[in-house]
């Protein structure tokens, strides 16, 4: 691999098995990965979600992110997530983004997105709320990765998964350094 640190982001509707998928290719890879920060927030939260809290997830991502970035082995991170979530969600829920995610959007670059696909059985998790939802969603990842311009391919498959995200990142890794 390069010396340049490259993000790999791992996105897409809830339930599409983004965490695990770090987890396991951070392994495969020998380097760290970035836990999806607003999970934590949520999780802590006792009243509905506000534009704040979003910013403030954010912020949070940002930083988890950072922090990652300086003990990433193998010049490869792996990104549970992204702050374009806070997008989607703000969007969805809210009505509205925060001026500072639309902005950093703008400046703020990943590598290589991997796009979960919808093709795993949805599993409940009390800070999951659409269920019903994840063909909209899947739409909507695409259309804000290419509005971003993003390079990214949507994995799948339910029991070749990883190895299909593998290929996709080791093509990534040899096409672009």
């Avoid at 020998?30 to 979003?54: G, M, S």
């Avoid at 290419?146 to 070749?160: D, F, I, M």
Wanted: aromatic share 10%.
């Amino acid at each position: 691999m390069c010396n340049k640190l490259v993000k790999i982001a791992i996105v897409g509707p809830e339930s599409t098995g983004k965490s695990t998928m770090a987890t396991l290719l951070a392994q495969h890879y020998h380097t760290v990965w970035v836990p999806e920060y607003a999970r934590y927030y949520c999780a802590a939260l006792q009243k509905p979600c506000t534009l704040q809290d979003e910013e403030n997830m954010f912020y949070g991502q940002l930083a988890l992110e950072a922090a990652m970035e300086t003990i990433a082995r193998n010049s490869l991170l792996i990104c549970d997530t992204t702050f374009l979530t806070v997008k989607i969600w703000s969007d969805y829920q809210l009505g509205k983004t925060p001026q500072i995610v639309l902005d950093t959007l703008k400046t703020h670059h990943y590598d290589f997105y991997l796009l979960m696909d919808i093709d795993l059985p949805w599993q409940a998790d009390p800070l999951r709320d659409f269920e019903n939802l994840s063909e909209h969603f899947m739409q909507v990842w695409h259309t804000e990765l290419q509005a971003l311009g993003a390079s990214y391919t949507v994995v799948g498959g339910k029991q070749n998964r990883l190895n299909n995200a593998i290929i996709a990142i080791d093509k990534f890794l040899i096409q672009h350094h």
